[in-house]
């Protein structure tokens, strides 16, 4: 049974940073895209970025294009979410998924994680 499992969410002061983590089990991680997903309180969820599997190709929504970074390990089965100059409004629960297409769109991701929580404090 595939398990992701996010980690590294928490309270931050606007302007401040953050790295999430997201190690997968039973997944051959080098055969999948890897994207983060947020969704805020009384929100739709909505994309964030995403990496190809050998992490030659990313992907980012223009609301966090410059402040946050993808990146992957293979060797460590592992997705990271850098994000940096965070605001009041990525506050969200952020997910990771697993794709075998490279895709952004969410209903074309195989695999999600439980999620884990991001609180930008004004």
């Known amino acids: 049974q595939v398990h992701l499992v996010e980690s590294g969410g928490g309270l931050v002061q606007t302007g401040g940073s953050l790295r999430l983590s997201c190690a997968a089990s039973?997944?051959?991680?080098?055969?999948?895209?890897m994207g983060w997903f947020r969704q805020a309180p009384g929100k739709e969820r909505e994309f964030v970025a995403a990496?190809?599997?050998?992490?030659?190709?990313?992907y980012y929504a223009d609301s966090v294009k410059g402040r946050f970074a993808i990146s992957r390990d293979n060797a460590k089965n592992t997705v990271y979410l850098q994000m940096n100059s965070l605001k009041p409004e990525d506050t969200a629960v952020y997910y990771c998924?697993?794709?075998?297409?490279?895709?952004?769109?969410?209903?074309?991701?195989?695999?999600w994680g439980q999620g884990t929580q991001v609180t930008v404090s004004t």
């Open positions: 998924a697993a794709a075998k297409l490279r895709t952004v769109n969410d209903t074309q991701y195989d695999y």
């Open positions: 039973e997944l051959t991680f080098s055969q999948y895209t």
């Open positions: 990496i190809r599997w050998n992490g030659g190709s990313s």
